[in-house]
């Protein structure tokens, strides 16, 4: 049975007290996605979730003296642009996370200039990358970010003339968002 997303999003929502990012961190580790559905999780196992709250277990520790000056929430992020939200189109293709892409693996990989001649569209490159995604998420085998590769034609060119394909590597990273519950980016290698 699916389980319904009870995570808040909202900008309104984006500050979370600490009893609700309790409460959230206690739903993510009781649940995870596996083939699309959410499921109770193997105590067994090592699971998404799991890798989730012990870096978010860890992260509030080895920060746990300091004072916070300033934060940029993933909802500010989106706003201004540095992430973009395909989390409706990741959630048709099997994403049961919201998932964003940085501002650059955006323009690399699925920005598309209608002047050029190829036969492409940003929605079609969109799901290249995700679909692409969504298989190395399932190899992932528990780890908390995992390499893949999509084939695409490059958006920009000297002259107009159509473009070799080529592969770009991208990286796939699952973990905590403004409330503590998993969330997903989609970046080039090189970025954090």
């Known amino acids: 049975m699916a389980r ?5 999003t909202t900008p309104e929502q984006r500050h979370a007290t600490p ?20 499921r109770p999780i193997d105590p ?13 277990e860890r992260e509030a520790e080895q920060f746990a003296d300091f004072e916070v000056i300033a934060t940029y929430s993933r909802v500010e992020a989106i706003q201004d642009g540095v992430l973009v ?16 892409l940085t501002s650059a693996a955006w323009a690399n990989t699925v920005e598309w ?10 929605t079609g490159r969109l799901w290249d990358v995700l679909t692409m995604a969504a298989h190395a998420a399932r190899r992932a085998h528990g780890s908390s970010s995992v390499a893949f590769r ?19 590597p991208l990286r796939m990273v699952i973990g905590p968002g403004d409330t503590a519950a998993p969330v997903i980016t989609i970046m080039e290698p090189d970025e954090d």
């Open 150 to 168: 999509v084939l695409r034609v490059a958006n920009e060119r000297p002259e107009r003339q159509w473009a070799q394909s080529d592969l770009v």
């Open 19 to 38: 009893a609700e990012q309790a409460e959230d961190l206690r739903i993510a580790e009781q649940w995870t996605p596996i083939n699309e559905h959410w």
């Open 113 to 122: 200039d209608e002047s050029n001649p190829e036969p492409q569209d940003e």
């Open 85 to 100: 939200d395909v989390s409706e189109t990741a959630k048709e293709a099997g994403f049961s996370a919201p998932v964003a």
């Open 4 to 8: 319904k997303n009870t995570t808040r």
């Open 44 to 56: 067994s196992g090592d699971d998404p979730a799991s890798s989730v709250r012990r870096l978010a």
